[in-house]
């Protein structure tokens, strides 16, 4: 026995020693092109993003070896922070770019998750394994088209899709305790408190940094660059994935006391932001979340949730009105009522017409790099920055049978958590309820990459654990 021991403290020790050894090249690495950097006198704007992007890959290469409970919280934080620090960089050098270095910072820090993922990849569960080839396949097939055509647009693309993906895999071999995962997710909700409450003091404020993004970014369809006179979109980068981002710490701090983050204060600060934003889709969201996670609940759960929404309710009926922003939130609420007389929502059904006769003309998908930001760096005309429909999307991209492929995925794991989450009733019923919003929000725009992405597979992550933690709390992992 103790021999075993000391094998297990000898291996230990070696992986140590590798991750150090990793944290020091990367260093020196990364030191090399700062200094090559900082010796051209016109590039002190990089050199400022270079660090900045140094100093995030050395805290998470701290934390992976330390203190990896928090690894994941940490690059959550770094994909909601990273466009705020962006855009106080801009503003400092008063100087604006559509792609920028600080952009990246999101990617590079989270490919660190491989570190674990692959020390730990024969804990994989079989499920997780069956969707990362489907995934794999379908992203291989995509970047092999998309690359001929759009370089490094697709490799952009590739990577928006396959990074927030990691979280799936890297919770599900990471063999932390239930514990750890309901520190993941309160930890969520302040941060989620905390986006919020920058993004009201934004919209009463507007700080000269976000004023100054908002008029070179020429971002006319969130409102004019006014205190009171836009959309909030906080330390995200637009209003539509700070609506949702909300909307899934918002839903995640109702169904649990234990995920809540500064209690009903939290929850009102959140939702009030949330309504700032006038993101629909972001509303939406929420009420499904909150039904599905209703449907698989425990009773005792069920009667709080409607409690909670009751106060919420109310709150909305006689607290909204003396808030600044409540005309413009409430006329945004009304043409849900009357959605054919919605200038935007026709805008969304033409635009899907017309994209789908594209995609019955070619089946086989354009590829990687055809729509999304990344076709910011082809520069090519004939692509889509935007795009009003996920599922169209996704087949836009990678095609019919591809697309099928891995729209056939989600619905195999709605179906899955919904028949586990009558044994399971903590993580089992929010994965599901994830799952289940995300299939209702692909209507509108595709959320499985970027920072919606991370949010999604990091909520459905949560029902799968690993074998060797299925052996320390029994009944948390259904196989």
């Known amino acids: 026995m103790e021999e075993i021991d000391g094998r297990h403290a000898l291996k230990f020790g070696v992986r140590k020693y590798i991750s150090i050894l990793i944290t020091l090249t990367v260093a020196i690495i990364l030191g090399l092109v700062v200094g090559i950097v900082s010796t051209v006198s016109s590039l002190h704007m990089e ?158 404020v507007l700080p000269q940094w976000d004023e100054f993004w908002m008029i070179n970014a020429d971002m006319n369809s969130i409102g004019t660059p006014e205190p009171l006179n836009f959309r909030l979109f906080s330390t995200i980068n637009s209003p539509g994935p700070t609506g949702l981002f909300l909307a899934f710490s918002l839903a995640i701090m109702i169904v649990q006391k234990k995920w809540r983050a500064f209690g009903l204060v939290g929850m009102m600060i959140v939702a009030f932001a949330l309504l700032l934003t006038l993101v629909r ?87 990687l790099g055809s729509t999304g930001l990344g076709t910011k760096i082809s520069n090519n005309s004939s692509d889509f920055v935007t795009f009003d429909n996920g599922y169209l999307n996704i087949f836009y991209t990678f095609g019919l049978p591809l697309g099928l492929a891995l729209i056939a995925t989600l619905f195999y794991l709605a179906i899955y958590f919904y028949k586990s989450s009558g044994k399971e009733k903590v993580f089992f019923p929010i994965s599901f309820a994830a799952i289940v919003a995300s299939l209702f929000l692909l209507s509108g725009s595709n959320i499985i990459q970027g920072i919606s992405g991370v949010i999604v597979w990091f909520i459905a992550a949560l029902a799968f654990i690993s074998p060797p933690q299925h052996e320390q709390n029994k009944g948390g992992y259904l196989p």
């Open 47 to 204: 050199l400022v993003q270079f660090t900045i992007l140094l100093n995030c890959m050395f805290i998470a290469f701290y934390i992976n070896i330390y203190k990896e409970n928090i690894l994941l919280p940490y690059v959550i934080l770094i994909w909601a922070l990273s466009p705020e620090i962006r855009r106080v960089v801009d503003w400092l050098f008063h100087t604006y770019s559509e792609v920028s270095i600080i952009s990246v910072i999101p990617y590079c820090v989270s490919l660190i998750l491989l570190v674990p993922i692959l020390r730990n990849k024969s804990l994989l569960n079989r499920r997780i394994k069956f969707i990362a080839i489907i995934m794999g396949v379908t992203l291989t097939y995509g970047f092999c088209i998309g690359f001929l055509k759009y370089g490094m647009a697709s490799v952009f693309d590739f990577l928006n899709y396959a990074v927030p993906f990691l979280v799936l895999i890297y919770v599900n071999v990471c063999g932390l305790n239930i514990d750890v995962r309901n520190r993941w997710l309160k930890n969520f909700s302040y941060l989620g408190v905390f986006v919020a409450a920058y993004g009201i003091y934004q919209y009463l």
């Open 281 to 367: 889709s972001g509303w939406i969201a929420f009420i499904v979340l909150i039904l599905a996670y209703l449907i698989r609940s425990q009773l005792k759960n069920k009667i709080m949730l409607i409690a909670l929404l009751a106060v919420i309710g109310l709150a909305y009926q006689f607290i909204l009105p003396m808030l600044p922003g409540a005309s413009s939130i409430t006329s945004r609420i009304e043409t849900l009522n009357s959605l054919e007389g919605d200038h935007s929502f026709n805008e969304r059904l033409s635009f899907s017409t017309n994209i789908l006769s594209d995609i019955i003309r070619n089946p086989i998908g354009k590829g």
